[in-house]
């Protein structure tokens, strides 16, 4: 099944796939999507909205599961040291930016610093659910265009120095 230019409905669900989980998020779905033929401006609004949407599904963890899985002391531990490393890396610039530090900080595509960690660090910090939507939302698309204007020029630079044989 053809989608838009080379790519497949597959390759939509992978990008989608990477661009969820906390690993990879935007830093891994855009590069992928690239990769597998989806434009760039296909692959950059599809991978931010999928990667907007763990807000509200953290959230929802939060308000729900996480509170059952307290009681169980591996899950606690693991969750108390992430939740400690996440406070201390987003409490000064709370202080400092309020909740465009959110932004701020989900628009920096580095290792942790995706929608996961913000959306944590809006909870631990006490943040209200639609202003972290909005700050996560709006730092996904900054850190979006971001990955996708790296990756293009990466492959830009790439073919200016190396000359391609066409058979």
Known sequence: MQVTGNADAAAFIL???LSFIPISELRGGIPFALSQGIPWYAAWPFAAAVNALVSPGVWLFLSTLHKLFLRMVWYERIFSRFVERARKKLHRGMEKWGWAGITFFVAVPLP???????T???????????????????????AGGIV????????GAVDFFVKRVRV
Do not use: E, H, N, P
């Open 112 to 118: 942790i610093t995706g929608a996961w960690t913000g």
């Open 15 to 17: 990008t989608a796939i």
């Open 148 to 155: 996708t204007a790296v990756v293009l020029f990466g492959i």
């Open 120 to 142: 944590l660090g809006a909870w631990v910090l006490g943040l209200s659910r639609r202003r972290t939507f909005f700050a996560v939302t709006l730092g996904v698309i900054i």
